[in-house]
């Protein structure tokens, strides 16, 4: 079966972190598929869709569909994983990377395994593209938490990022950081250094951590 063959059918899929999706199949790409679910369209990193089901007739009526947005992408060109994250560049977005909770903010830049995130409430984030489970652009009235443009002002336009997620890691040593949005407290800490790797953190009662850099899904500092 060709998997494209099911564009414009009602689908289930389970992502990473034992998160289901249900709704409309919109597009498939190189590597990110397209969900409309009643009222927003999510685009999905293929790598972290666990498996999908074709939904029956009563499980669709269940699917509450409104008035569909205009998706970011154009439908006559193939979409990928980074062209979605270009065009969303600027654009009010919510993304969704640890288990616990879903990011609101904007992408600032995109570099070649991560991108930089700006968060009202975070503030400067840097993102593991490995770790993104899904994106949905906000629609063009709304804003997160109801802040206003004026309320948001961030000029990165000088500010130069690593091209690697791991240089830039590194490059926040001394700092005071947090990985993971602080799942839990063996996160947080000031940064020692990256070293075969581990990155290592001196924890709150002064005692070092060593974090698997696989693992590391957001960065920011406190």
Do not use: C
Not at 141 to 151: D, I
Not at 160 to 184: C, D, H, P, W, Y
């Amino acid at each position: 079966m060709k998997v494209k063959e099911n564009i414009g059918k009602y689908i289930k899929l389970e992502i990473s972190g034992k998160k289901f999706i249900s709704g409309l199949l919109v597009d498939i790409g190189t590597d990110t598929w397209v969900v409309f679910n009643g009222k927003d369209h999510l685009y999905i990193p293929i790598v972290h869709i666990q498996n999908w089901i074709l939904l029956k007739q009563d499980k669709i009526s269940e699917i509450s569909i409104n008035d569909e947005p205009t998706p970011i992408n154009n439908h006559n060109e193939e979409i990928s994983l980074r062209k979605i994250l270009t065009l969303s560049k600027g654009i009010f977005t919510e993304i969704y990377v640890t288990s616990k909770q879903a990011l609101h903010g904007f992408i600032i830049s995109i570099m070649n395994n991560y991108f930089v995130f700006y968060s009202p409430i975070y503030k400067t984030m840097f993102i593991s593209l490995n770790h993104l489970k899904w994106l949905i652009p906000y629609r063009y009235n709304q804003r997160p938490y109801g802040l206003s443009n004026t309320s948001l002002p961030v000029n990165q336009s000088n500010i130069t990022f690593a091209r690697s997620f791991e240089v830039q890691i590194q490059k926040l040593k001394g700092e005071l950081i947090v990985f993971n949005n602080g799942e839990n407290e063996n996160l947080i800490g000031k940064m020692q250094g990256l070293k075969n790797n581990y990155v290592e953190l001196i924890g709150a009662n002064e005692e070092p951590i060593y974090i698997n850099m696989q693992h590391i899904k957001t960065v920011h500092m406190t």
